[in-house]
């Protein structure tokens, strides 16, 4: 390779960095969507996979995604979440259910992390590529910022409950689309009645703004308890900055203690 060749391939990848791409796949583009051959009913679930669910990998085709429409995604959802009497129950009918588009590119699916008796239920973005390996959600670098912030007021995994709005990770970490978020919410209310936490914190602006209907900023929101109609109730909610900003803006870590000790002194004072 020449000098030239050399440092342009560096500045290619420099670019593909500063994107966001962190894997490679393979040298062509796969379009998943066209790979579908028929279009699957619904109704009709696939016969149980492996639980937890592992994907195929994506040499593998993958039927059926293309051919749900979102509302039917949503129906289809909803039905599964009303007949899943059991946090398990739920997880295992999640991992059948193929109305979500960005399963068709993870690896894993990202469930929770956590207490099924926990007092405080935490829903972020997204998974991010770590997540996506371990099919756990906030295990990467944000997660053990996460980990650690919550250790300051003195909680560990076996007091929180932790989930996010999508449970597929976005290519790219791309912020999940209203759709995404629409077809994974049904199972989101549920998890949150089947678990009914005491307090919701919503780790950064996507999982606020969808979950809140506010069009307000998360930095104007954070630290302030709002009202959140999640699982069949109206449940105490607090915005909070997410730790992957806060890596990025450590000036801002004094924000996210002082809201931390705002949720302290809540669970404080309903002990
Ligand atoms: N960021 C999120 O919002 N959720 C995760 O699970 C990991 C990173």
Known sequence: ?????ASSAAALLDWYQAMGVDEAIEDTSVDWFARTEKPRPVAKTPPAREFPQNQPSPSEPRPGFASIAPDEAVMDARERAANAKTLEELERSLSQFDGCALKATAKKM???RGSDTARVMLIGEGPGRDEDLQGLPFVGRAGQLLDKMLGAISLTEDDVYITNIVYWRPPGNRTPSAQEVQACLPFLNRQAELLNPEF?????????LNLLGTKQGITKIRGTWRTCEIGGKTRRAMPMLHPAYLLRTPAAKRLAWRDLLTLKAALGAKE
């Open 200 to 208: 919701l914190v919503l780790i950064g602006g996507p999982a606020s």
């Open 1 to 5: 390779m020449t000098h030239s060749h």
């Open 110 to 112: 990202c469930f929770k």
